[in-house]
Protein backbone atom coordinates (compact mmCIF):
# COMPACT_ATOMS: atom_id res chain seq x y z
CA UNK A 1 0.00 0.00 0.00
CA UNK A 2 1.79 3.65 -0.88
CA UNK A 3 2.12 5.50 1.94
CA UNK A 4 3.18 9.06 1.23
CA UNK A 5 5.35 9.87 3.88
CA UNK A 6 7.42 7.23 2.37
CA UNK A 7 7.95 9.51 -0.33
CA UNK A 8 8.92 12.07 1.95
CA UNK A 9 12.58 14.03 1.61
CA UNK A 10 13.20 18.00 1.27
CA UNK A 11 15.56 20.07 -1.34
CA UNK A 12 14.12 23.18 -1.17
CA UNK A 13 10.88 22.24 1.26
CA UNK A 14 10.61 22.60 4.62
CA UNK A 15 9.98 19.59 5.24
CA UNK A 16 8.89 16.58 3.18
CA UNK A 17 7.09 18.29 1.14
CA UNK A 18 9.41 17.67 -2.23
CA UNK A 19 9.09 13.94 -2.23
CA UNK A 20 5.34 13.69 -1.58
CA UNK A 21 4.65 16.51 -4.66
CA UNK A 22 7.00 14.58 -6.67
CA UNK A 23 5.23 11.17 -5.68
CA UNK A 24 1.38 12.08 -6.48
CA UNK A 25 2.19 14.53 -9.25
CA UNK A 26 3.59 11.28 -11.04
CA UNK A 27 -0.07 9.71 -10.78
CA UNK A 28 -1.71 12.53 -13.02
CA UNK A 29 -3.23 11.65 -16.11
CA UNK A 30 -1.86 14.65 -17.54
CA UNK A 31 0.88 16.59 -16.11
CA UNK A 32 1.20 20.00 -17.79
CA UNK A 33 3.59 20.78 -15.04
CA UNK A 34 1.92 24.39 -13.51
CA UNK A 35 2.06 25.55 -9.91
CA UNK A 36 0.14 27.86 -7.88
CA UNK A 37 1.89 29.29 -4.70
CA UNK A 38 0.66 31.26 -2.47
CA UNK A 39 2.99 32.04 0.42
CA UNK A 40 5.69 31.61 -1.45
CA UNK A 41 8.57 33.07 1.17
CA UNK A 42 11.73 34.28 -1.13
CA UNK A 43 12.17 30.75 -2.58
CA UNK A 44 15.13 29.33 -0.20
CA UNK A 45 12.33 27.50 1.36
CA UNK A 46 9.56 26.76 -0.56
CA UNK A 47 7.16 24.42 -2.12
CA UNK A 48 7.97 25.42 -5.81
CA UNK A 49 11.75 26.15 -6.16
CA UNK A 50 12.33 22.44 -6.99
CA UNK A 51 9.58 22.28 -9.51
CA UNK A 52 11.12 25.51 -11.02
CA UNK A 53 14.51 23.84 -11.42
CA UNK A 54 12.43 20.79 -12.87
CA UNK A 55 10.99 23.26 -15.70
CA UNK A 56 7.75 23.64 -14.12
CA UNK A 57 5.79 27.06 -14.49
CA UNK A 58 3.30 28.79 -12.30
CA UNK A 59 3.09 31.38 -9.81
CA UNK A 60 4.44 32.68 -6.33
CA UNK A 61 2.38 34.85 -4.34
CA UNK A 62 3.51 36.62 -1.21
CA UNK A 63 2.80 39.52 0.73
CA UNK A 64 6.16 40.46 1.80
CA UNK A 65 7.71 43.10 -0.43
CA UNK A 66 11.53 41.75 0.75
CA UNK A 67 10.20 38.03 -0.07
CA UNK A 68 9.33 38.86 -3.56
CA UNK A 69 12.87 40.91 -3.83
CA UNK A 70 14.28 38.26 -2.55
CA UNK A 71 13.32 35.10 -5.02
CA UNK A 72 13.79 37.69 -7.67
CA UNK A 73 17.41 38.47 -6.84
CA UNK A 74 17.67 34.20 -6.75
CA UNK A 75 15.74 33.82 -9.88
CA UNK A 76 17.39 36.25 -11.58
CA UNK A 77 20.45 34.23 -13.09
CA UNK A 78 18.77 31.00 -13.82
CA UNK A 79 17.19 29.87 -17.10
CA UNK A 80 14.27 28.72 -15.25
CA UNK A 81 12.99 32.99 -14.35
CA UNK A 82 11.23 33.40 -17.55
CA UNK A 83 9.11 30.15 -15.72
CA UNK A 84 7.68 32.13 -12.88
CA UNK A 85 5.39 34.72 -12.29
CA UNK A 86 5.24 36.47 -8.63
CA UNK A 87 2.58 38.46 -7.48
CA UNK A 88 3.07 40.92 -4.09
CA UNK A 89 -0.41 40.51 -2.32
CA UNK A 90 -1.89 39.60 0.79
CA UNK A 91 -4.51 37.45 -0.15
CA UNK A 92 -7.90 37.99 0.82
CA UNK A 93 -11.75 36.88 0.34
CA UNK A 94 -11.79 39.43 -2.35
CA UNK A 95 -8.80 39.35 -4.08
CA UNK A 96 -8.14 35.76 -4.46
CA UNK A 97 -10.19 36.36 -7.58
CA UNK A 98 -7.20 37.82 -9.53
CA UNK A 99 -5.47 34.25 -9.42
CA UNK A 100 -8.14 32.00 -10.23
CA UNK A 101 -9.69 34.73 -12.95
CA UNK A 102 -7.05 37.19 -14.39
CA UNK A 103 -3.56 35.08 -13.71
CA UNK A 104 -6.23 32.25 -15.83
CA UNK A 105 -4.92 29.70 -14.36
CA UNK A 106 -8.07 27.57 -12.83
CA UNK A 107 -6.64 23.94 -12.72
CA UNK A 108 -3.11 23.80 -12.01
CA UNK A 109 -1.42 20.61 -11.30
CA UNK A 110 -0.40 21.38 -7.97
CA UNK A 111 -1.61 24.28 -5.90
CA UNK A 112 0.24 25.40 -2.24
CA UNK A 113 -1.13 27.23 0.41
CA UNK A 114 0.16 28.77 3.48
CA UNK A 115 -0.30 32.07 4.69
CA UNK A 116 -0.78 31.28 8.51
CA UNK A 117 -4.20 32.46 8.74
CA UNK A 118 -7.73 32.47 7.24
CA UNK A 119 -6.57 29.90 4.79
CA UNK A 120 -9.58 28.12 4.91
CA UNK A 121 -11.62 30.94 3.78
CA UNK A 122 -9.05 31.81 1.02
CA UNK A 123 -9.47 28.27 -0.24
CA UNK A 124 -13.06 28.20 -0.14
CA UNK A 125 -13.36 30.90 -1.43
CA UNK A 126 -11.32 30.08 -4.84
CA UNK A 127 -12.66 26.26 -4.92
CA UNK A 128 -16.59 28.19 -4.78
CA UNK A 129 -14.90 30.26 -8.05
CA UNK A 130 -14.05 27.17 -10.27
CA UNK A 131 -10.54 26.52 -8.76
CA UNK A 132 -9.45 23.09 -8.96
CA UNK A 133 -5.59 22.18 -8.79
CA UNK A 134 -4.99 18.30 -9.19
CA UNK A 135 -2.84 18.33 -6.07
CA UNK A 136 -3.00 20.14 -3.15
CA UNK A 137 -0.40 21.06 -0.09
CA UNK A 138 -1.74 22.93 2.82
CA UNK A 139 -0.60 23.82 5.84
CA UNK A 140 -3.23 22.62 8.79
CA UNK A 141 -3.36 23.59 12.31
CA UNK A 142 -2.40 20.68 14.39
CA UNK A 143 -3.31 21.75 17.67
CA UNK A 144 -6.84 22.72 16.63
CA UNK A 145 -7.11 19.68 17.03
CA UNK A 146 -9.42 16.53 15.59
CA UNK A 147 -12.68 18.72 15.06
CA UNK A 148 -13.82 20.24 11.99
CA UNK A 149 -12.28 23.87 13.19
CA UNK A 150 -11.00 27.15 12.08
CA UNK A 151 -10.16 30.55 13.14
CA UNK A 152 -12.13 33.76 13.06
CA UNK A 153 -11.98 35.84 9.80
CA UNK A 154 -10.29 39.13 10.06
CA UNK A 155 -9.14 41.08 7.33
CA UNK A 156 -5.96 42.35 8.97
CA UNK A 157 -5.52 38.77 10.66
CA UNK A 158 -2.25 38.57 12.72
CA UNK A 159 -1.68 35.06 15.04
CA UNK A 160 1.07 37.17 16.43
CA UNK A 161 -1.27 39.84 17.80
CA UNK A 162 -4.06 37.54 18.55
CA UNK A 163 -2.14 35.06 20.43
CA UNK A 164 1.15 36.88 21.31
CA UNK A 165 2.12 33.84 23.81
CA UNK A 166 1.91 31.08 21.57
CA UNK A 167 0.97 32.29 18.02
CA UNK A 168 -0.71 29.60 17.69
CA UNK A 169 -4.00 30.82 17.00
CA UNK A 170 -4.03 30.66 13.15
CA UNK A 171 -5.08 28.09 10.15
CA UNK A 172 -7.31 25.20 9.47
CA UNK A 173 -7.75 22.02 11.26
CA UNK A 174 -7.36 18.32 9.20
CA UNK A 175 -11.01 17.71 9.26
CA UNK A 176 -11.95 21.18 8.70
CA UNK A 177 -9.84 20.48 5.54
CA UNK A 178 -11.60 17.47 4.37
CA UNK A 179 -14.75 18.66 5.03
CA UNK A 180 -14.07 21.72 2.38
CA UNK A 181 -11.70 19.60 0.08
CA UNK A 182 -14.06 16.11 -0.24
CA UNK A 183 -16.92 18.55 -1.22
CA UNK A 184 -15.40 18.96 -4.44
CA UNK A 185 -14.26 15.61 -5.38
CA UNK A 186 -10.92 15.10 -3.47
CA UNK A 187 -9.29 11.87 -1.31
CA UNK A 188 -7.57 12.88 1.27
CA UNK A 189 -4.05 11.08 1.44
CA UNK A 190 -2.29 12.21 4.45
CA UNK A 191 -0.23 14.57 6.42
CA UNK A 192 3.69 14.96 6.41
CA UNK A 193 5.75 13.82 9.55
CA UNK A 194 6.68 17.23 10.39
CA UNK A 195 2.92 17.37 11.32
CA UNK A 196 3.07 21.15 9.11
CA UNK A 197 0.62 20.07 5.67
CA UNK A 198 -1.89 18.03 4.77
CA UNK A 199 -2.10 16.63 0.98
CA UNK A 200 -5.50 16.41 -1.09
CA UNK A 201 -5.78 14.91 -4.68
CA UNK A 202 -8.61 15.33 -7.02
CA UNK A 203 -9.93 12.17 -8.24
CA UNK A 204 -10.80 12.98 -11.41
CA UNK A 205 -7.05 14.16 -12.60
CA UNK A 206 -5.25 10.89 -12.00
CA UNK A 207 -5.04 7.77 -13.50
CA UNK A 208 -7.23 4.74 -12.53
CA UNK A 209 -6.47 3.32 -9.95
CA UNK A 210 -3.32 4.86 -8.55
CA UNK A 211 -5.52 6.86 -5.34
CA UNK A 212 -7.35 3.66 -4.68
CA UNK A 213 -4.36 2.93 -1.81
CA UNK A 214 -2.58 5.82 -1.54
CA UNK A 215 -2.68 6.52 2.18
CA UNK A 216 -0.50 8.62 5.05
CA UNK A 217 -0.45 9.90 8.58
CA UNK A 218 -3.93 10.74 9.46
CA UNK A 219 -2.28 13.64 11.91
CA UNK A 220 0.70 14.84 13.64
CA UNK A 221 0.80 17.13 15.87
CA UNK A 222 3.82 19.89 14.64
CA UNK A 223 6.97 19.13 16.36
CA UNK A 224 8.87 22.43 15.76
CA UNK A 225 5.76 23.79 18.27
CA UNK A 226 6.23 20.57 20.42
CA UNK A 227 10.02 21.39 20.76
CA UNK A 228 10.08 24.76 20.98
CA UNK A 229 7.51 25.34 24.18
CA UNK A 230 8.81 21.83 25.56
CA UNK A 231 4.79 20.77 25.98
CA UNK A 232 3.37 17.29 24.03
CA UNK A 233 1.32 18.12 21.17
CA UNK A 234 -2.29 16.89 23.55
CA UNK A 235 -1.60 19.72 26.12
CA UNK A 236 -0.52 22.57 23.64
CA UNK A 237 -4.16 21.75 21.29
CA UNK A 238 -6.06 22.04 25.20
CA UNK A 239 -4.50 25.02 25.95
CA UNK A 240 -5.32 26.26 22.74
CA UNK A 241 -9.01 25.05 22.50
CA UNK A 242 -9.93 26.43 26.14
CA UNK A 243 -8.94 29.59 25.42
CA UNK A 244 -11.70 32.51 26.33
CA UNK A 245 -10.16 35.08 24.66
CA UNK A 246 -10.42 33.33 20.77
CA UNK A 247 -12.92 32.68 18.89
CA UNK A 248 -13.27 28.83 17.28
CA UNK A 249 -15.88 28.21 13.99
CA UNK A 250 -16.89 25.16 13.24
CA UNK A 251 -17.18 24.87 9.18
CA UNK A 252 -19.65 21.94 9.51
CA UNK A 253 -22.22 24.49 11.39
CA UNK A 254 -21.11 27.83 10.42
CA UNK A 255 -21.71 29.55 7.23
CA UNK A 256 -18.80 30.53 6.48
CA UNK A 257 -19.89 33.47 4.21
CA UNK A 258 -21.71 34.92 6.61
CA UNK A 259 -19.08 34.68 8.84
CA UNK A 260 -17.38 37.34 6.34
CA UNK A 261 -20.05 39.55 5.91
CA UNK A 262 -19.74 40.15 9.49
CA UNK A 263 -16.73 41.07 9.46
CA UNK A 264 -15.71 44.91 8.81
CA UNK A 265 -13.09 44.83 6.20
CA UNK A 266 -11.33 47.36 3.39
CA UNK A 267 -11.34 46.27 -0.36
CA UNK A 268 -8.73 43.60 -0.75
CA UNK A 269 -5.94 45.35 -2.36
CA UNK A 270 -4.88 43.35 -6.18
CA UNK A 271 -1.22 42.20 -7.00
CA UNK A 272 1.61 43.99 -7.91
CA UNK A 273 2.91 41.14 -10.62
CA UNK A 274 7.03 40.95 -11.73
CA UNK A 275 7.94 38.34 -14.03
CA UNK A 276 11.75 37.46 -15.17
CA UNK A 277 11.35 37.17 -18.90
CA UNK A 278 15.10 35.67 -19.36
CA UNK A 279 16.05 33.54 -22.15
CA UNK A 280 17.82 30.42 -21.16
CA UNK A 281 21.73 30.30 -20.93
CA UNK A 282 23.06 27.55 -23.20
CA UNK A 283 23.84 24.87 -21.08
CA UNK A 284 27.05 24.10 -23.07
CA UNK A 285 30.16 26.23 -23.74
CA UNK A 286 32.37 26.10 -26.99
CA UNK A 287 35.75 24.68 -25.96
CA UNK A 288 38.80 26.59 -26.05
CA UNK A 289 42.42 25.07 -26.82
CA UNK A 290 44.37 23.15 -24.10
CA UNK A 291 47.82 22.73 -23.52
CA UNK A 292 47.53 20.31 -21.01
CA UNK A 293 47.99 17.68 -23.45
CA UNK A 294 44.24 16.23 -22.78
CA UNK A 295 41.81 15.49 -25.28
CA UNK A 296 39.06 17.36 -24.69
CA UNK A 297 35.14 16.84 -25.08
CA UNK A 298 33.10 17.84 -27.65
CA UNK A 299 31.08 20.33 -24.68
CA UNK A 300 31.73 21.68 -21.86
CA UNK A 301 29.52 21.95 -18.73
CA UNK A 302 28.81 25.68 -17.20
CA UNK A 303 30.86 25.65 -14.19
CA UNK A 304 30.75 28.67 -11.21
CA UNK A 305 32.74 29.27 -8.40
CA UNK A 306 31.02 30.76 -4.58
CA UNK A 307 33.45 31.89 -1.92
CA UNK A 308 33.13 34.23 1.07
CA UNK A 309 35.42 36.58 2.68
CA UNK A 310 34.68 39.46 5.16
CA UNK A 311 36.36 43.03 4.94
CA UNK A 312 39.80 41.96 7.10
CA UNK A 313 40.27 39.07 4.52
CA UNK A 314 39.26 41.70 1.40
CA UNK A 315 42.31 43.79 1.94
CA UNK A 316 44.14 40.63 3.29
CA UNK A 317 43.45 38.13 0.22
CA UNK A 318 40.43 38.51 -1.04
CA UNK A 319 41.78 41.16 -3.69
CA UNK A 320 44.17 39.12 -4.80
CA UNK A 321 42.02 36.09 -4.91
CA UNK A 322 39.26 38.26 -7.19
CA UNK A 323 41.98 39.69 -9.54
CA UNK A 324 43.53 36.09 -10.15
CA UNK A 325 40.29 34.46 -11.26
CA UNK A 326 40.01 37.52 -13.39
CA UNK A 327 42.98 36.81 -14.78
CA UNK A 328 43.48 33.15 -15.28
CA UNK A 329 40.22 31.45 -14.92
CA UNK A 330 38.46 30.93 -18.57
CA UNK A 331 36.40 33.10 -19.43
CA UNK A 332 33.34 30.62 -19.66
CA UNK A 333 33.25 30.70 -15.98
CA UNK A 334 31.87 32.92 -13.36
CA UNK A 335 32.59 33.60 -9.81
CA UNK A 336 30.12 34.53 -6.86
CA UNK A 337 31.60 36.53 -3.96
CA UNK A 338 29.30 36.64 -0.65
CA UNK A 339 30.57 39.37 1.14
CA UNK A 340 30.93 40.32 4.47
CA UNK A 341 30.71 44.01 5.63
CA UNK A 342 32.41 44.85 2.50
CA UNK A 343 31.95 45.69 -1.02
CA UNK A 344 34.01 44.42 -3.76
CA UNK A 345 33.86 45.45 -6.96
CA UNK A 346 31.99 43.02 -9.45
CA UNK A 347 32.06 42.31 -12.60
CA UNK A 348 30.13 40.62 -15.99
CA UNK A 349 31.94 37.10 -14.67
CA UNK A 350 32.35 38.03 -10.97
CA UNK A 351 29.13 38.64 -8.96
CA UNK A 352 29.13 40.18 -6.14
CA UNK A 353 26.31 40.13 -2.80
CA UNK A 354 26.18 40.42 0.78
CA UNK A 355 26.03 37.22 2.53
CA UNK A 356 24.00 38.09 5.71
CA UNK A 357 21.47 39.95 3.46
CA UNK A 358 20.77 36.57 1.68
CA UNK A 359 21.38 34.23 4.26
CA UNK A 360 18.85 35.01 6.86
CA UNK A 361 19.35 31.67 8.93
CA UNK A 362 23.05 32.44 8.89
CA UNK A 363 22.41 35.56 10.82
CA UNK A 364 20.04 33.81 13.16
CA UNK A 365 22.69 30.96 13.93
CA UNK A 366 24.58 33.57 14.78
CA UNK A 367 22.44 35.98 16.73
CA UNK A 368 21.65 32.45 18.24
CA UNK A 369 25.12 31.99 19.62
CA UNK A 370 26.53 35.37 20.29
CA UNK A 371 26.64 34.77 23.99
CA UNK A 372 28.21 31.41 23.41
CA UNK A 373 31.97 31.55 23.71
CA UNK A 374 32.28 27.78 23.01
CA UNK A 375 30.40 27.90 19.73
CA UNK A 376 33.55 30.69 18.71
CA UNK A 377 35.73 27.79 20.19
CA UNK A 378 36.88 29.81 23.19
CA UNK A 379 36.82 27.33 26.54
CA UNK A 380 38.10 28.70 29.06
CA UNK A 381 41.11 30.52 27.93
CA UNK A 382 41.96 28.37 25.40
CA UNK A 383 40.78 29.22 21.69
CA UNK A 384 40.12 25.67 19.71
CA UNK A 385 40.16 26.56 15.96
CA UNK A 386 37.96 23.22 15.02
CA UNK A 387 35.71 24.43 17.73
CA UNK A 388 34.69 27.79 16.24
CA UNK A 389 31.39 26.79 14.58
CA UNK A 390 30.32 30.42 13.50
CA UNK A 391 33.97 31.02 11.75
CA UNK A 392 33.51 27.42 9.42
CA UNK A 393 29.50 28.30 9.12
CA UNK A 394 29.87 31.48 6.42
CA UNK A 395 31.54 29.24 3.70
CA UNK A 396 28.56 26.63 3.77
CA UNK A 397 25.61 28.95 3.77
CA UNK A 398 27.93 31.40 0.76
CA UNK A 399 27.67 28.02 -1.21
CA UNK A 400 23.98 27.06 -0.36
CA UNK A 401 23.23 30.73 -1.93
CA UNK A 402 25.56 30.32 -5.08
CA UNK A 403 23.74 26.91 -5.62
CA UNK A 404 20.19 28.59 -5.36
CA UNK A 405 21.15 31.56 -8.02
CA UNK A 406 23.75 29.82 -10.31
CA UNK A 407 22.53 28.12 -13.47
CA UNK A 408 26.08 26.33 -13.43
CA UNK A 409 26.29 22.03 -14.02
CA UNK A 410 29.37 22.37 -11.83
CA UNK A 411 29.83 24.61 -8.77
CA UNK A 412 32.49 24.81 -7.16
CA UNK A 413 33.06 25.73 -3.39
CA UNK A 414 35.84 27.65 -3.33
CA UNK A 415 38.66 29.03 -0.65
CA UNK A 416 39.49 32.91 -1.06
CA UNK A 417 42.88 32.49 -0.10
CA UNK A 418 43.81 30.66 -3.26
CA UNK A 419 45.54 32.17 -5.88
CA UNK A 420 45.47 31.06 -9.50
CA UNK A 421 49.05 31.76 -10.73
CA UNK A 422 48.80 30.75 -14.63
CA UNK A 423 45.55 30.48 -17.42
CA UNK A 424 43.42 27.70 -16.34
CA UNK A 425 42.05 25.45 -19.49
CA UNK A 426 38.49 24.95 -19.49
CA UNK A 427 39.35 21.25 -20.85
CA UNK A 428 41.13 20.84 -17.29
CA UNK A 429 38.42 22.36 -15.14
CA UNK A 430 35.86 19.47 -17.05
CA UNK A 431 38.46 16.93 -15.84
CA UNK A 432 38.16 17.47 -12.48
CA UNK A 433 34.40 15.73 -12.28
CA UNK A 434 34.01 12.57 -13.67
CA UNK A 435 30.73 12.92 -16.09
CA UNK A 436 29.53 9.99 -13.59
CA UNK A 437 30.35 12.03 -10.10
CA UNK A 438 28.22 13.94 -7.85
CA UNK A 439 30.33 15.51 -5.75
CA UNK A 440 34.79 15.61 -5.89
CA UNK A 441 37.03 16.56 -3.32
CA UNK A 442 40.13 16.09 -1.23
CA UNK A 443 39.67 12.79 1.48
CA UNK A 444 43.04 12.86 3.62
CA UNK A 445 44.07 9.73 5.94
CA UNK A 446 43.67 9.84 9.41
CA UNK A 447 42.00 13.32 9.73
CA UNK A 448 39.53 15.18 8.10
CA UNK A 449 38.64 16.33 4.14
CA UNK A 450 40.32 19.12 2.27
CA UNK A 451 37.17 20.96 1.24
CA UNK A 452 39.16 24.19 0.38
CA UNK A 453 37.92 23.25 -2.93
CA UNK A 454 34.98 20.82 -3.64
CA UNK A 455 32.96 20.52 -6.99
CA UNK A 456 29.30 19.52 -6.76
CA UNK A 457 27.43 18.46 -9.92
CA UNK A 458 24.51 20.54 -9.78
CA UNK A 459 22.76 18.34 -12.60
CA UNK A 460 21.46 16.12 -9.97
CA UNK A 461 18.76 16.94 -7.32
CA UNK A 462 20.70 15.18 -4.23
CA UNK A 463 23.53 17.25 -4.84
CA UNK A 464 21.26 20.00 -4.10
CA UNK A 465 19.71 18.39 -1.11
CA UNK A 466 23.47 17.43 0.01
CA UNK A 467 24.71 21.20 0.32
CA UNK A 468 20.91 22.15 1.79
CA UNK A 469 21.61 19.21 4.46
CA UNK A 470 25.19 20.81 4.77
CA UNK A 471 23.69 24.56 6.40
CA UNK A 472 21.37 22.21 7.95
CA UNK A 473 23.75 20.85 10.67
CA UNK A 474 24.71 25.30 11.53
CA UNK A 475 20.54 25.85 11.40
CA UNK A 476 19.37 23.44 13.57
CA UNK A 477 22.52 23.03 15.49
CA UNK A 478 23.33 19.85 14.55
CA UNK A 479 27.48 20.75 14.31
CA UNK A 480 27.47 20.60 17.91
CA UNK A 481 26.66 16.61 17.85
CA UNK A 482 29.91 15.95 15.89
CA UNK A 483 33.55 15.44 17.55
CA UNK A 484 34.55 18.84 15.79
CA UNK A 485 32.28 21.93 14.20
CA UNK A 486 33.69 22.46 11.17
CA UNK A 487 32.50 23.07 7.78
CA UNK A 488 34.46 19.66 6.76
CA UNK A 489 33.97 17.53 9.75
CA UNK A 490 29.95 18.00 9.13
CA UNK A 491 31.05 17.18 5.07
CA UNK A 492 32.66 13.96 6.14
CA UNK A 493 29.89 12.34 8.06
CA UNK A 494 27.44 13.33 5.08
CA UNK A 495 29.69 11.88 2.76
CA UNK A 496 30.06 8.72 5.44
CA UNK A 497 26.24 8.50 5.38
CA UNK A 498 25.61 8.90 1.53
CA UNK A 499 28.36 5.72 0.45
CA UNK A 500 26.75 3.71 2.99
CA UNK A 501 23.33 4.57 1.52
CA UNK A 502 24.70 4.37 -2.00
CA UNK A 503 23.26 7.78 -2.97
CA UNK A 504 25.63 9.87 -4.37
CA UNK A 505 28.92 9.16 -6.12
CA UNK A 506 32.31 10.64 -4.70
CA UNK A 507 35.21 11.01 -6.98
CA UNK A 508 38.86 12.26 -5.12
CA UNK A 509 40.33 14.79 -7.21
CA UNK A 510 43.87 13.23 -5.88
CA UNK A 511 43.48 9.97 -6.74
CA UNK A 512 47.05 8.02 -6.75
CA UNK A 513 48.77 11.08 -5.30
CA UNK A 514 50.80 10.08 -2.02
CA UNK A 515 48.45 11.78 1.46
CA UNK A 516 49.87 15.00 2.34
CA UNK A 517 48.93 17.84 5.20
CA UNK A 518 48.63 20.11 1.84
CA UNK A 519 46.63 18.21 -0.69
CA UNK A 520 45.76 20.94 -2.61
CA UNK A 521 49.36 21.84 -3.51
CA UNK A 522 50.05 18.16 -4.68
CA UNK A 523 47.07 17.31 -6.90
CA UNK A 524 46.19 18.45 -10.55
CA UNK A 525 45.28 22.03 -9.04
CA UNK A 526 48.57 23.00 -7.86
CA UNK A 527 49.67 22.89 -11.60
CA UNK A 528 47.57 26.02 -11.58
CA UNK A 529 46.81 27.17 -8.31
CA UNK A 530 48.50 27.48 -4.43
CA UNK A 531 46.24 27.41 -1.19
CA UNK A 532 47.60 29.90 0.93
CA UNK A 533 46.16 28.89 4.39
CA UNK A 534 47.04 29.68 7.36
CA UNK A 535 50.25 31.24 7.71
CA UNK A 536 51.26 30.70 4.36
CA UNK A 537 48.84 34.16 3.52
CA UNK A 538 51.88 35.87 5.19
CA UNK A 539 54.66 34.31 3.15
CA UNK A 540 52.81 34.46 -0.26
CA UNK A 541 52.58 31.00 -1.50
CA UNK A 542 53.19 27.90 -0.07
CA UNK A 543 56.71 26.21 0.85
CA UNK A 544 58.70 23.52 -0.65
CA UNK A 545 58.47 21.49 2.50
CA UNK A 546 54.56 21.41 1.33
CA UNK A 547 55.35 19.10 -1.68
CA UNK A 548 55.60 15.55 -1.91
CA UNK A 549 55.40 15.59 -5.34
CA UNK A 550 57.45 16.98 -7.85
CA UNK A 551 56.14 20.20 -9.22
CA UNK A 552 57.84 21.28 -12.82
CA UNK A 553 55.60 24.16 -12.86
CA UNK A 554 57.46 28.14 -12.73
CA UNK A 555 55.70 28.95 -9.84
CA UNK A 556 57.09 26.79 -7.98
CA UNK A 557 60.53 26.21 -8.97
CA UNK A 558 60.39 29.72 -7.92
CA UNK A 559 58.98 28.77 -4.79
CA UNK A 560 61.57 26.15 -3.91
CA UNK A 561 64.12 29.17 -4.84
CA UNK A 562 62.53 31.36 -2.17
CA UNK A 563 62.62 29.06 0.52
Sequence with gaps: MPNINDHEYSIFSQNGEDGIIDFLTGGLQVNGRRFVEIGTSDGGENNSMYLLRRGWTGLGVDVDHDNIKRYLARMSHMPSARNLT??????????????????????????????????????????????????????????????????????????????????????VSVSAWRYLFEQYGYKFCGVDKAGVNAFFCLRSAFRPGFLDEVTGLAHAYTKVFVDKFRMSGEALEHELLTRKDLIFIDVTEENVEDVVADCDRPVDEGPLVFTLDQAESPRTRPVASSDTGIAAPRTMPVVHAAATFHAEGYERFGREFIESFRRHWPEETKLWIFAEGCKPEGSDRVIVRDLHEDAKDLVEFKRRHANNPGAHGHFGDTYQYMLD?????????????????????????????????????????????????????????????????????????????????????YTHDRIFQLGRWTDCHAFDAMVAAHRKAGSLKFYNLNEGVPDSMHPFVNGPLGGYMDHLKGGRKDDGRSSDNDLVVTRTEEYWSRARSVN
Design 389 to 473: SVRWSHRIFALREAALRSNADILVNIDADIVCFRDMPMAFLATLMPADADIAFMPRKNMYSECSFVLYNLRNPLVRKFITDHTDY
Design 86 to 171: LALMKVGWDNCQWITDDYGDKSPDFFSLDIDSVDYYVAYRMLQRGFRPSVVCCEYNAFLGHGPLTVMFEADFSRRQLDPQRGLYFG
